[in-house]
């Protein structure tokens, strides 16, 4: 199977070869791409992205890049690409370089004829993102110098085809919140981690991929709500907000002022233009993001953890190796259960007081500014510790941000305390997990020798068993041999017929 997988993937980059040789011209009109027609049902099953990328990728997990791939353009029906769960029979799914299997094929996609569904939009007419082909997640790789960023070309407008933002919108401004970026001061961590190779996902409002300060590192994301595949437009402004306190980068001199301004932000909108969201979609929301290979979900206040539907979604996603930060709701009568993994977070003004009334146990730690807000500034700090530490799982980052906490008063009022981004990279995790992570690392690194170590062991093995069959057979034919000799001689001596000889007369 190792052969024909490795021919299977030397063709397919061959005729990746033979499609970039295409003249110019023609290029700019017709785009060559791997793609798969969903059949509906394979097996006795619906299809879903997860099973898509099961069976041509080899992992399930991976459904998080068929969504960024395809949730820009509309399928043969008009409609799009927006739940990872609901992959209708015809549509038409690029999938990436190394997918292999006989169903896929290579070539220009059939083009859209069917008007948009109801309740679809039709294709923006400003000119679509070229679609790239991108070889594993995570899809931002780390950056460069003298590299654009992922997601732009040199001389292109940032996030270029982004969904326009309505006439009707009328986003709101974030909040002055620079207080508290000071307080924090994050940038005395850049220097080891700046959340480079994270994905943040930032359910809420959607996020404005045309900000500077987020340029090129706002992905595709999805959108629950409109049904029109980008969650890239921001109508409330919230969500822009949050993603701008977690991973603002500026670009001006170095002056950055998100949390981690080196993590990719995936924006999930469940909200228009109100922030009342229905429990299914927001719990709809929760599994999109972690499909889309989010390590970190930041949920905006549209969001109740405490909805059954929810947090069996938010459950979901820690057990997926997903941190979840969630603001507590002001005033609210009901409290999320805490969880390992889940971060709930009460929001602080400059003089310490919660900026709501927040019942006794409600919060884990607690951040500046209003609740969403205070959760970006959380979900940025996990960006960090988790570029810092890689092989770092959900349940630990979230207790590396706790334990680092800078530790107030009233703990039922403030939890572990203030957030402290510094800490939470700079201080060592506790001796017990370093020694798994370094004990993972070496596994990891010497996963080739182990293989092959094993592979000589198997081989000995053989060569003795070999060995000892081959001297067992040749004694067993020498027995045998000796056996007939000594038959052949016993029939001779007793025959009366035959004339013995001169020794066996002297014998006799």
């Known amino acids: 199977m190792r052969w024909r997988t490795t021919l299977a993937v030397a063709v397919a980059a061959t005729l990746s070869l033979v499609a970039a040789a295409v003249p110019a011209a023609a290029a700019a009109t017709e785009s060559y791409v791997l793609y798969y027609t969903a059949v509906g049902t394979y097996q006795g099953s619906p299809e879903t992205l997860w099973t898509i990328a099961g069976r041509f990728l080899g ?84 950056k460069t110098v003298g590299q654009s960023r992922p997601g732009t070309t040199p001389g292109s407008t940032p996030n270029a085809g982004s969904r326009p933002t309505p006439a009707a919108c009328r986003p709101i401004s974030p909040p002055d919140l620079a207080w508290g970026q000071q307080q924090l001061n994050p940038s005395q961590s850049w220097r080891r981690a700046d959340g480079d190779g994270v994905r943040l996902a930032v359910v809420g409002s959607g996020v404005d991929g045309t900000r500077v300060d987020l340029a090129g590192r706002v992905a595709a994301g999805a959108d629950i709500v409109g049904g029109t595949g980008r969650g890239d437009a921001d109508c409330l402004g919230t969500g822009t907000a949050m993603a701008l306190f977690a991973a603002a980068d500026d670009g001006a001199a170095g002056r950055r002022y998100g949390v981690a301004p080196g993590a990719t932000v995936v924006p999930i909108r ?74 709930r977070v009460g929001g602080v003004d400059q ?22 807000y205070a959760a970006a500034f959380v979900a940025g700090t996990v960006a960090l510790v988790r570029s810092d530490h890689p092989d770092l799982g959900a349940v630990e980052s979230a207790r590396q941000v706790l334990r680092t906490a800078t530790s ?101």
């Open 270 to 343: 469940i909200a228009d233009h109100t922030a009342e969201v229905p429990a299914d979609r927001a719990a709809t929301a929760v599994q999109v993001a972690v499909s889309t290979g989010a390590q970190v979900i930041v949920l905006g206040s549209e969001v109740d953890v405490s909805d059954p539907a929810v947090r069996k979604s938010v459950d979901n996603a820690i057990g997926r190796d997903v941190v979840v930060v969630a603001p507590v709701p002001p005033k609210s009568k009901t409290v999320a259960a805490a969880a390992d993994g889940l971060l």
């Open 59 to 142: 992992d399930a997990d991976r459904a998080g890049e068929l969504l960024d791939l395809n949730s820009a353009d509309p399928q043969p029906d008009g409609a799009r690409l927006t739940d990872p769960a609901i992959v209708h029979a015809g549509w038409n799914l690029v999938m990436p370089w190394d997918a292999i299997g006989s169903d896929l094929h290579y070539g220009v996609l059939p083009p859209v004829t069917s008007k948009p569904s109801a309740g679809a939009s039709a294709r923006p007419t400003t000119p679509p993102v070229p679609r790239q082909q991108v070889p594993q997640r995570p899809l931002s790789p780390p």
């Open 408 to 508: 107030w008063q009233q703990p039922e009022k403030y939890g572990a305390g203030l957030v402290n981004p510094v800490d939470a990279v700079g201080r060592p995790l506790p001796a017990g997990v370093q020694r798994a992570l370094d004990v993972a690392a070496r596994n990891r690194d010497s996963g080739g020798d182990d293989v092959l170590g094993a592979v000589v062991l198997v081989a000995l093995i053989v060569l003795v068993a070999v060995l000892i069959l081959v001297f067992w057979l040749r004694r067993l034919r020498l027995a045998r041999t000796a056996k007939l000799e000594r038959d052949r001689a016993t029939d001779r001596q007793d025959d009366p017929f035959h004339e013995k000889s001169g020794a066996e007369l002297v014998g006799s």
């Open 351 to 372: 003089n310490k007081a919660t900026a709501a009334g927040y019942p006794a146990g409600a919060v884990d730690l607690v951040a500046p500014g209003p609740g969403p």
